[in-house]
């Protein structure tokens, strides 16, 4: 994919930065998942370019943005740095902050850090970065809807090191061992790909940079437990960002992230859309998901 510009942060790191549509039209950004994910094609596909201005750029050690996985000064904290200074560089006053799964952590932290800078959030498959939000979805959970696929992620650990995956996960990507690295984050990759489509699809057995990066960073940021001081962080911060109007969208069937966190999440704020969306899992490009968010940004232009 081409990338538009390169932004440099205060700290060296290179972040590939992709933009569709006109500079004079109102500003969205996409934020995509992971952390470790990265920006296709597809994550324009939700906006109609000749209304609005779409900023998307690959997160920090991941996609096309260099160094490559690092782990330095990467944290959601670093992220709200870097969606300000792609702020600054493109000139926007606020815009629409529109993000997925991990990107709509990112989402709610830029937001509550810099509420004035946010004229509405587009929220999809929320996930509110708690140890119980990790506990499903790696230890137990999400394990007993695809035990099989859980068993083959707790295959690549030692017996005695499976009480605690994540830790024991982090203990390979932060050590020295390149083939046993490459074999954890392809188990890694293929668990969590298993889940995020209503009906599962067929895995690649390819490792390939996409799978490490999306290892390497989720496991970081969740050994770290997301370099929050408080556990229940976003929730507990939620007032800050009341007045933003917030659309959230989340699959009934998700079984990656809980609908209940998407429905906690709504509770807590008062200028707040939420819609559940049936025959829906994680994915946002799954057809009922697809339209919601489409519908949702039709609806924007509109107002």
């Known amino acids: 994919m081409e990338i538009t510009e ?3 942060t205060q700290d060296g ?11 004079n039209n109102p500003a969205v950004v996409f934020l995509h998942g992971g952390p470790g994910g990265c920006i296709s094609e597809k994550s324009f596909s939700f906006f109609d370019s000749t209304k609005w201005f779409v900023i998307a750029f690959d997160q920090r050690g991941c996609g096309q943005s260099e160094p490559f996985a690092t782990l330095v000064n990467n944290t959601p904290f ?10 600054h560089h493109y000139g926007i006053d606020s815009w629409v902050v529109f993000g997925g799964s991990y990107g709509s952590t990112l989402a709610l932290l830029y937001a509550i850090k810099h509420p004035n800078r946010v004229s509405q959030l587009v929220l999809r498959g929320i996930f509110l970065g708690r140890q119980s939000d990790i ?3 790696y230890q137990e959970g999400a394990s007993y809807f695809y035990p099989a696929e859980h068993e083959a992620f707790k295959s690549v650990i030692e017996p005695d090191e499976r009480h605690d995956l994540i830790q024991a996960y982090y203990r390979v990507f932060t050590g020295k061992d390149d083939l046993q690295k490459r074999l954890c984050a392809k188990a890694w990759s293929t668990w969590e790909s298993s889940l995020v489509h209503l009906v599962p699809r067929l895995q690649d057995l390819e490792v390939t940079d996409a799978d490490i990066s999306l290892a390497t960073l989720e496991c970081h940021f969740f050994a770290n437990k997301m370099f929050w001081d408080d556990d229940n962080y976003l929730l507990n911060h939620i007032n800050q960002i009341q007045t933003i109007p917030t659309e ?5 069937y998700d ?7 998407a429905y906690e ?3 807590k704020l008062e200028n707040v859309h939420l819609h559940l969306v049936e025959a829906s899992g994680h994915s946002p490009y799954d057809d009922a ?10 609806n924007l232009e509109s107002k």
């Open 135 to 137: 506990d499903w979805l």
């Open 265 to 267: 999440l709504a509770q």
């Open 78 to 87: 670093s992220g709200v740095e870097d969606l300000e200074m792609i702020r």
């Open 248 to 252: 959230i969208v989340h699959g009934r």
């Open 289 to 298: 998901m697809f339209e919601q968010l489409v519908g949702i940004m039709k």
């Open 6 to 8: 390169r932004l440099i």
């Open 255 to 261: 079984v990656d992230c809980r609908p209940s966190g």
């Open 13 to 23: 790191q290179s972040l590939a930065v992709y933009t569709r549509g006109n500079k």
